[in-house]
C-alpha cells in the first residue's frame, strides 16, 4: 500500500479543487493507497509538514462533490519557487519520513518546475520509490504540452457571459460612450480572446480586442475607437492587463511613472484605467474601465461542465501516473477533434511545459490587431460548453472547507 | 379596448426586463388592450416617436420567458429629466396622438418623478383618458414607498455569491494581504450591506463593512484593518461607493483633487482605489482593490427568482393600475412577513416615492461602524433566495433584442 500526497500551487481557479477531487477519488478507488495527505498552502506546507487527512475530510462523495464547486484552492496556495538545493532535500526527506510513494503537485508553470526539480534531484539520488507527478492548472491557459489548461474554460465562460452582459447594459443609452474591460493575462492573451465567444449566439460582442502578444500603439487604439464611434453609440473594447507599447514598456506603466497620489507616491493603475484617462483626454465621450479582477478566476458558480470534467480527469490521471511511479511526468489534455469535441488524457515529460509560455499563435489573431479569427473561436468554443449543476444553500453556491 | 405604452429608464439591472414582460403579459391576457406599444430610450423615445410593436415581438412565451432572462433594459434607458413644461405638454400631445390610455414607466427615482410630473400634468388639463403608472426598479434599492426594488435582490445575490468566491480566493496565501471591494450605491448602503449575505452558510464573509450612510474615518478604517490583520492573515472589506469623510467630502475625490497623470489632468479613481494607495502607503501589506462595477447590475445569470417573480408581478401590477385608470400610482411590494416570507403588490402614490431616498436605518450598521446587524440580514435574506432557470445555449445565457 502506498502513501500518496497531495498539493495545489499558483493563483486560484474556479476548477483546481475538481483536479483534487479528482486525485483523491483515483487513490480512494484505487485499492492501492492507504494515507492520502493533502498539504496545507502547497509545497510550503510541505516543508512545515502541515498536513490534513483527506481520507477523513472527504468521506462521501457529497463532500467530493461540494469540493468539485468551491473555488480557489482548497489546501491553500503558496507562491514559492525552488530556488535552492536544500529545499529539495528537505521536500525529501518529508516525503521519506512520511513515506509518501506518490506526490501530485497541482499548479502553473512555477510548480511544473518544482515538479521537474523534486522529481529530478530524487531521481539523482536514486530514491526510485517516490513519483512526483504534476497536474496542470492556469486561467492563463499558458503551459505547454497540454492542449488546455484545466481552470482556463471556467474563467473563458465568466468572460464570455460577462461580456454579453455587459454588451447589453453599455448599449442602453443613445449618448457614445467606450468601455473598456481589462482581462487577466500578462504574457498570454488567451483570455482575452474568449471575450469574443460572446458572439456565439449573433450579438456584437466586444467591437476591439487587443491582445498582448501584439504592440499595442495607442493612436491606433483611439483611431480605431473614432471609426467605431461613428456608426455607433457604444463601443465596447477588450484588452490584457499585459499589453505593452512597441518598445516593450507596458501601457499600465506609464501611468504608474507619470501619476503621483496626495502624498507625492506613485499611482498604480491598470492597462484599463490608463487607456479610459487617454480617452477622456483625447476623445472626449463617456468612457469607463472594468477590471474582471478576481471575479474571472473564482466564479465558480457559472463553471464550465466541459471544464470541471476534464479538471477531475486530469487529477484522475495524474494520479494514475504516481500510483505506476511515472515520475516527473505531467497530465495532459489532448484535443483529438474540435467539432465533435473529443479529447484524451495522457501524461508529459514535465520538462514540456516548465518554465515556457504558451502564448496565442499570431495567425489567430486578426491582421488589422484588434480582433481574433474564426479559428481561435473554434479552438475555445468547446472549452465553455456545458453548466454545472451548483448546489446553492440560502441562495448563494454552497462550498466546503478543508481546513481552517 | 385600449392602447398601452411601456417604457424604461434609468441604470439597467438584470431584472427590469421582468417587469417589462409583466406589463406585456397583463396587457396581452386582460382582453382590454388592442396595441401594445415600447418606446425606445424611455422618455426621449416618447418625444421622438420611436415605438415599437411588442404584441409583435414578443409572441410567444418562449421570447417572455427569455426578456426575462435578459440584462439592461430591453427597450433601451435615458437620463432625460423632465424639466420643463414644455416637454410635458409633448409627451401629452403623442400620447393623445396615438390613443394611448394606459403608460406604465419603468425606473428609478427621476422616472417616478417623471409619472409624477406627466400624471398631474394631465389632471390639470383635464386629460383623464389616459393613466399613467410607475413601475420601481433600482439596484441601489433607495426608493421609498416599496419594501424593496425589484432589481435589488438579483444585484444582492450576484454580490453575496462574489463575496463568498472571493473570501476563497483572498485566502489561499499565507502572506499579510488587505482586499478592498468596492460596491455601488452614492447615497445608500443596501448593496453593499449585503456582502454580509456572504455569510449564511458559516464562513466569515467580509470582515469590515463600510456603508455610506456613515462619515468615514480613514484613520480608523486604518486601525481597523491592523486590528483584524493581526489575528488573521486575509482582510476582505467591503465599501460604498459614496463614502465622504466627516466634512462630506467624498474618498474618491481625495485622490482626484490630488493626483496627476502624465498630462497634468486630475485622475480619477473610486474609493476602493484610494483606499487601496491609503492601506499601501500607511500599512504596506500587499494590497488590491476590486470594483464590482457594471456586473454587480447586469449579472442576469445569477439573478435571484425571488427578484425575477417579484420583478414580473411587478409590472404585472402597474399594467392592472393603469387599465384601472389609477393615474400617478406606482406598484409597490409590501411585506407581510420576513419569515416566512410573504408578500403583496399593492398600488403607492407616486409621490411617496419621487424624489426621495431610502437609506439603511442607522440602527441596521452596527455601533462599531464596520459591520451590519442581524435585522438587516434578515431583511436581505428573503431577497436573494431561488436561483433562475436560466435557457443557455452554446455556453452562454441566452438573450433576446427587441430593437436593432
Request: glycine share 8%.
Amino acid at each position: 500500500m502506498k502513501n500518496l500526497l497531495v498539493a495545489q500551487s499558483g493563483g486560484p481557479t474556479a476548477a483546481i479543487n475538481a483536479t483534487l477531487a479528482g486525485v483523491v477519488e483515483c487513490a480512494l478507488s484505487s485499492g492501492q493507497t492507504d494515507k492520502i495527505y493533502g498539504a496545507v498552502n502547497g509545497i510550503e506546507g510541505v516543508l512545515s509538514r502541515r498536513f490534513i487527512d483527506l481520507r477523513q475530510k472527504l468521506d462521501s462523495t457529497e463532500k467530493l462533490s461540494l469540493l468539485c464547486q468551491t473555488p480557489a484552492a482548497a489546501l491553500g496556495s503558496c507562491r514559492l519557487k525552488i530556488q535552492k538545493r536544500e529545499q529539495l532535500k528537505a521536500i525529501a526527506e518529508t516525503l521519506k519520513k512520511w513515506e509518501i510513494s506518490c506526490f501530485v503537485y497541482i499548479g502553473g508553470n512555477d510548480s511544473m518546475d518544482t515538479v521537474d526539480q523534486l522529481s529530478a534531484y530524487l531521481a539523482e539520488q536514486g530514491i526510485e520509490e517516490i513519483a512526483v507527478v504534476g497536474a496542470p492548472k492556469t486561467v492563463d491557459n499558458d503551459l505547454m504540452g497540454t492542449d488546455h489548461c484545466p481552470g482556463f474554460g471556467s474563467a473563458a465562460k465568466y468572460i464570455a457571459a460577462t461580456f454579453s452582459e455587459l454588451e447589453r447594459d453599455c448599449r442602453v443609452y443613445t449618448a457614445k460612450s467606450v468601455t473598456i474591460v481589462e482581462i487577466m493575462g500578462r504574457n498570454a492573451g488567451w483570455l482575452t480572446a474568449s471575450s469574443a465567444l460572446a458572439r456565439v449566439n449573433g450579438s456584437g460582442g466586444p467591437d476591439l480586442i487587443y491582445l498582448c502578444e501584439r504592440p499595442f500603439d495607442t493612436e491606433r487604439f483611439l483611431s480605431d475607437l473614432r471609426e467605431k464611434l461613428e456608426v455607433q453609440n457604444s463601443v465596447l473594447a477588450a484588452v490584457s492587463e499585459g499589453i505593452r507599447d512597441e518598445e516593450g514598456h507596458y501601457i499600465s506603466e506609464q501611468v504608474q511613472s507619470g501619476a503621483l497620489d496626495n502624498f507625492g507616491h506613485a499611482y498604480i493603475a491598470g492597462a484599463g484605467k490608463v487607456l479610459e484617462q487617454l480617452v477622456r483626454e483625447r476623445i472626449g465621450c463617456k468612457v469607463r474601465s472594468i477590471e474582471l479582477s478576481l471575479m474571472q478566476r473564482c466564479a465558480a458558480h457559472i463553471a464550465s461542465a466541459t471544464d470541471i470534467a476534464e479538471s477531475r480527469m486530469i487529477g484522475i490521471k495524474a494520479c494514475q501516473c504516481a500510483l505506476e511511479g511515472q515520475s516527473g511526468q505531467m497530465a495532459a489534455v489532448i484535443r483529438e477533434s474540435s467539432d465533435p469535441y473529443r479529447v484524451s488524457f495522457r501524461s508529459v515529460p514535465v520538462r514540456e511545459a516548465a518554465n515556457a509560455e504558451k502564448k496565442v499563435p499570431d495567425e489567430w489573431i486578426t491582421p488589422d490587431g484588434c480582433g481574433v479569427t474564426d479559428e481561435m473561436l473554434e479552438y475555445l468554443k468547446p472549452l465553455i460548453q456545458g453548466e454545472s449543476k451548483v448546489e446553492y444553500r440560502n441562495g448563494i453556491p454552497a462550498h466546503i472547507s478543508l481546513y481552517p
